[in-house]
Nanobody, 126 residues
Framework: QVRLVESGGGSVQTGGSLRLSCVLS????????MAWFRQAAGKEREGVGR????????????PYGDSVKGRFTISRDYSKKTLYLQMNDLKPEDTAVYYC???????????????WGQGTQVTVSP
C-alpha cells in the first residue's frame, strides 16, 4: 500500500522560511514522480512543482502568471524516499494546505496523481 506522509508545516511571518518533507512508502517502482500541490481556502488545488526520479524539478506557473521558482526548491533524497519543498521568502499568498502526491508518471494535471498525502498547513502572516 502506497503511503505519503507530510511534515514541516507551520506559521511564519512574511519573508520567513519553511521546509516541508514527504516520505513515500509502499511503492514498488523506484522510478516515479512526486509532486507538491497546494490549496488555499476557497480555491482550487494548484500545482507547485514535480520531479521524476533522477531528473530536475519542474515548477508550475501560479495563477498570478509567475512561478515559485527562485523562492521554492523541490528536491528528493532517494535513500530516504523523501520529497522536500524548501520555501524561502514566503508571502501571505503562499498560505495554503500543501499536499504531496505520487504517480508512476509525471503530469501537470492533478487528477493523474494516484496517491496523496494528508496535507500540511502553511500560514504566512503579513
Amino acid at each position: 500500500q502506497v503511503r505519503l506522509v507530510e511534515s514541516g508545516g507551520g506559521s511564519v511571518q512574511t519573508g520567513g522560511s519553511l521546509r516541508l518533507s514527504c516520505v513515500l512508502s509502499g511503492m514498488a517502482d523506484n522510478r516515479n514522480c512526486m509532486a507538491w500541490f497546494r490549496q488555499a481556502a476557497g480555491k482550487e488545488r494548484e500545482g507547485v512543482g514535480r520531479i521524476f526520479t533522477g531528473t530536475s524539478p519542474v515548477y508550475f506557473p501560479t495563477p498570478y502568471g509567475d512561478s515559485v521558482k527562485g523562492r521554492f526548491t523541490i528536491s528528493r533524497d532517494y535513500s530516504k524516499k523523501t520529497l522536500y519543498l524548501q520555501m524561502n521568502d514566503l508571502k501571505p499568498e503562499d498560505t495554503a494546505v500543501y499536499y504531496c502526491a505520487a504517480s508512476q508518471g509525471c503530469w501537470n494535471d492533478r487528477t493523474k496523481y494516484a496517491w496523496w498525502g494528508q496535507g500540511t498547513q502553511v500560514t504566512v502572516s503579513p
